[in-house]
């Protein structure tokens, strides 16, 4: 499609004020160089056995053996610190700027980068958690408390200290603290992960953009299909056809890019801005 024709979508959805929401996935952090957590990257050796990623991020192994899971997310955890938010994270967050309360983001990412870039909190909806955050694993209360950073930076390899073990455990109760993140065999929920929030604001969503995500999970798919049957318009970005890329070109407008976040956002981007601040013609 040339860039003429996305570019006047766009420009039609700022004439009609339209709610924007953006959908995230791995494919943007990965550009940043943190791994897939679904790749190979993502495996972890306990002994002689080399788990999957579905195998570790459960509640099941966390019950099970809860120091080797919090080694894994502590080794995950520096590897997403060492990154730095790419021109993807931050377009999406001066788009924020420039749209106010008309601009959503919901992101599948737990890495933190979109804060990093200036996404605030209260227009981020991080459906699967973050993993600079951990709550009490016994749930005695709710509440999240920011991730000791004194646990990240340490070597992949090493085992728990007295101290380290101390920082992951619940003043309250003396239980574990977990990471705040949704793991495979859990449901999404409101108050943590602002499952209805999503769905709400896909339902008011002129334009969606979603980026790097080829719709593996339930919420997004959800998300996706609430804005295409209330007549949304989908521009899927990513470099390779995926499920969302089909979905999008049956919306009025939608478009398919397969190019990097990183390149197309700040173009995109530009022309947002630039539609803004043009003289409107009759
Ligand atoms: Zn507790």
New binding site residues.
């Given amino acids: 499609m040339p860039p003429s024709d996305w570019a006047a979508i766009i420009r039609h959805h700022l004439s009609q004020k339209s709610r924007i929401t953006a959908l995230t996935g791995a494919g943007i952090s990965a550009e940043s160089g943190i791994p897939t957590f679904r790749g190979s990257e993502g495996y972890w050796t306990v002994g002689s056995r080399a788990y999957h990623p579905q195998e570790m991020a459960t509640r099941a192994m966390f019950h099970r053996r809860p120091e080797d899971v919090w080694q894994w997310y502590l080794h995950r955890a520096t590897v997403c610190h060492r990154a730095t938010p790419n021109p993807g994270h931050k377009a999406i967050a001066a788009m924020e700027n420039l749209f106010g309360d008309r601009f959503t983001l919901i992101t599948q990412n737990v890495d933190g980068l979109h804060q990093r870039a200036g996404s605030q909190a209260h227009q981020t909806y991080p459906i699967h958690g973050n993993i600079f955050q951990v709550r009490?694993a016994?749930a005695?209360?709710p509440e999240l408390e920011p991730l000791p950073m004194d646990l990240v930076g340490r070597a992949k390899e090493r085992s728990l200290t007295a101290a380290e073990r101390a920082l992951l455990t619940?003043r309250?109760?003396g239980?574990w603290l977990r990471p705040h993140v949704l793991w495979f065999d859990e449901t999404y929920n409101e108050t943590y992960f602002r499952f209805h929030s999503s769905l709400a604001a896909a339902a008011q969503t002129g334009l969606l953009l979603i980026v790097g995500t080829s719709g593996a999970t339930n919420l997004p798919n959800q998300v996706a299909w609430t804005v295409l049957q209330n007549g949304g318009t989908i521009i899927d970005i990513n470099p390779t056809p995926n499920p969302f890329s089909e979905l999008a070109l049956r919306t009025p407008g939608g478009a398919f890019i397969p190019q990097p976040s990183g390149h197309f956002l700040p173009e995109l981007l530009l022309v947002m801005q630039q539609g803004l601040t043009a003289p409107s013609h009759p």
């Fill in positions: 009490c016994a005695c209360r619940c309250h109760c239980e």
